[in-house]
């Protein structure tokens, strides 16, 4: 029985751990610790002093059974800045001389459930921090990493959760953007021209390559024309498109040879507890070959806007209350049960194309079908499904490329009708094994995008 059992264990261990490709892409996009911090050098960096260890409390402890709970931090930390970004960016004097936590992220890997979900905090969440009283999430990381934050974090995490985190990861904006440079840059897909002065940020719209200095200014926006009704939220969306896009990358063949040369180089840009067993995401590294992108679940802790009067403060301030809704999610990763639909969408909030599976229907297109996966893939949509042949189940192809979908999935067929122009969308009364789908026929190529206009249209959230 021994002998029989495991290569299943084996395989499902690996498949769980797309930790390592979730990780590898953490490393990069998804700790979207985008923090205003003193660059940390050296390789492998661990921190002066272990905040989990000796730690009296259930909030955090070893692995069990292969369950591990990733806490992923950045800071909006002003050390570290020249002059010249302290005049752009602001001190932390400007900023009340504290470290916040703008970027929360927990990975969550077990292998029973083979997929890595990785879930989003947003600052707002209004949480009762232990020892302090309620406040947004984000002060719980005040002191930083040497001042007790990080288990500051995990405690209230675990009081809101009831999940015990067993590492953390941090990594600032220098570091950020060095790994981004290490990889070579990340190829995203940019559907309309996108400037945000507060975050650096000033794209053109089309399919690029970005440096570590514009995909740090990416992940940090919220002040984008279509961020006006939940700037925090609309970023997240964006961390998680991101992080997709370098997941789909980091899956390719070709990449997955490069990847144990890069271990050493990513982690020496971050901060992590000693505990972290980094021979073992050696070597899982190593063992990604066939593991789709799909195999990692993107989710935010879904609130509902609200404003409070806090004892500390004299006006009501913006918050988000935590949506019952959440307390499913919480409830499936705490039992290893498979997570309920909520936390894919957030309220005021179009999906993210990290979150839309779509599939590629090959209507004996030639190379088009190839293409248009592409453009998908480096926008960060989960592109799980493929390439098929288009089937008899799946309707009539028509004589043009077209964009289907099943009733209740429109808006999914919008956000991806961006970031492929002029392709028109169509329900449909079923698929054959998808909601979202992209029909494409002999002759289409993908148009350029952005058109011309230098604003989105908005894609409105479903009711």
């Known amino acids: 029985m021994e002998d029989g059992r495991q290569p299943r264990r084996q395989g499902t261990v690996v498949r769980a751990l797309l930790g390592t490709s979730a990780t590898f892409a953490l490393l990069i996009g998804a700790f979207s610790a985008y923090g205003m911090v003193k660059y940390v050098g050296a390789r492998g960096v661990?921190?002066?002093r272990d905040p989990f260890e000796d730690a009296q409390s259930a909030a955090v402890g070893p692995c069990a059974k292969n369950v591990c709970n990733y806490l992923l931090l950045g800071s909006d930390s002003r050390k570290g800045l020249t002059p010249e970004e302290q005049v752009q960016f602001g001190t932390d004097e400007h900023n009340g001389g504290t470290s916040r936590a703008d970027t929360i992220?927990?990975?969550h890997i077990d292998p029973r459930q083979?997929?890595?979900v990785v879930l989003s905090f947003p600052r707002d969440l209004w949480v009762q921090i232990p020892g302090r009283g309620w406040d947004k999430i984000n002060t719980s990381f005040e002191g930083g990493i040497e001042g007790g934050g990080p288990l500051r974090v995990a405690k209230t995490i675990h009081k809101?959760?009831?999940?015990?985190?067993?590492?953390?990861?941090?990594?600032?904006?220098?570091?950020?953007?060095?790994v981004v440079d290490t990889l070579g840059g990340v190829d995203m897909c940019v559907p309309f021209a996108v400037q945000d002065p507060l975050s650096a940020l000033d794209l053109k719209a089309g399919c690029q390559r970005l440096d570590g200095q514009q995909a740090l200014a990416y992940v940090r926006t919220r002040h984008l024309p279509c961020d006006e009704s939940a700037p925090d939220l609309h970023r997240i969306a964006r961390q998680q498109q991101f992080l997709r896009a370098v997941i789909n990358r980091m899956l390719r063949p070709q990449e997955l040879v490069r990847l144990p040369g890069l271990i050493d180089p990513v982690l020496g840009?971050?901060?992590?507890?000693p505990g972290l067993p980094v021979a073992d995401l050696a070597y899982l590294v190593g063992q990604l070959r066939g593991v789709s992108t799909g195999a990692v679940d993107f989710r935010a802790?879904?609130?509902?806007?609200?404003?409070?009067?806090?004892?500390?403060?004299?006006?009501?301030i913006s918050i988000l209350r935590l949506d019952p809704a959440a307390r499913s999610i919480f409830g499936a990763l705490r039992d290893g049960r498979p997570l309920p639909a909520t936390g894919t969408e957030l309220v005021n909030t179009p999906p993210s194309p990290a979150n839309i599976v779509t599939a590629v229907l090959d209507a004996s297109s030639g190379s088009a079908a190839g293409q248009v996966e592409h453009v998908l893939s480096i926008s960060g949509f989960d592109i799980a499904p493929g390439i098929v042949p288009f089937r008899a189940g799946d309707g009539t192809p028509g004589k043009e490329t077209t964009i289907v979908y099943t009733s209740g999935h429109e808006e999914e067929a919008q956000v991806v009708g961006q970031f492929l122009p002029g392709v028109p969308l169509r329900q449909v009364e079923h698929g054959s094994s998808w909601d979202v789908a992209v029909v494409v026929t002999p002759g289409y190529r993908p148009q350029p995008l952005g058109g011309g206009s230098e604003q989105p249209s908005c894609v409105s959230p479903a009711a």
């Open 46 to 48: 661990g921190v002066s």
């Open 105 to 107: 992220m927990l990975v």
């Open 114 to 116: 083979e997929k890595a």
């Open 160 to 178: 809101l959760t009831g999940l015990t985190v067993n590492h953390f990861l941090y990594v600032d904006l220098r570091g950020f953007q060095k």
């Open 269 to 273: 840009n971050l901060k992590r507890d």
């Open 301 to 316: 802790v879904p609130g509902v806007p609200d404003l409070v009067l806090p004892s500390w403060s004299s006006s009501e």
